[in-house]
């Protein structure tokens, strides 16, 4: 069965740096689309990046940009994201999500994707 589990999240302060790791199995060999989103209370699930596991094709949405970095393992079966200069208002769960319909590159669309983790939190205190 297809499993995704995130793991990194804390509470940390404004400017601090994080990385959320996500570990995929049940996948199969093939290739992935694989995204992060994040909700914060009261909010839409926002995207934040999204990634091709086999070709490491990413894209991330504009309020990351310059500040996250999203990657793979593929050995690890693994995705990241590597979070730096952290704002209060990245403050949210963070969800780590994959769809075996590839189709060409990603989108940062939740229904893309038909597999989710149960999400990690992340707190940024000021």
């Known amino acids: 069965q297809a499993q995704l589990v995130e793991s990194g999240g804390d509470l940390v302060q404004a400017g601090d740096s994080l990385r959320l790791s996500c570990t995929a199995s049940?996948?199969?060999?093939?290739?992935?689309?694989m995204a992060w989103f994040r909700q914060a209370p009261g909010k839409e699930r926002e995207g934040v990046g999204c990634?091709?596991?086999?070709?490491?094709?990413?894209s991330l949405t504009d309020s990351v940009k310059g500040r996250f970095t999203i990657s793979r393992d593929l050995a690890k079966n693994a995705l990241y994201l590597q979070m730096k200069s952290l704002k209060t208002e990245d403050t949210a769960m963070y969800y780590c999500?994959?769809?075996?319909?590839?189709?060409?590159?990603?989108?940062?669309?939740?229904?893309?994707?038909?597999?989710w983790g149960q999400g990690t939190q992340v707190t940024v205190s000021s």
């Open positions: 999500a994959a769809t075996t319909s590839v189709g060409l590159g990603c989108r940062l669309r939740p229904d893309d994707y038909d597999h």
């Open positions: 049940g996948f199969g060999a093939g290739d992935l689309k």
């Open positions: 990634l091709r596991r086999i070709s490491g094709f990413t």
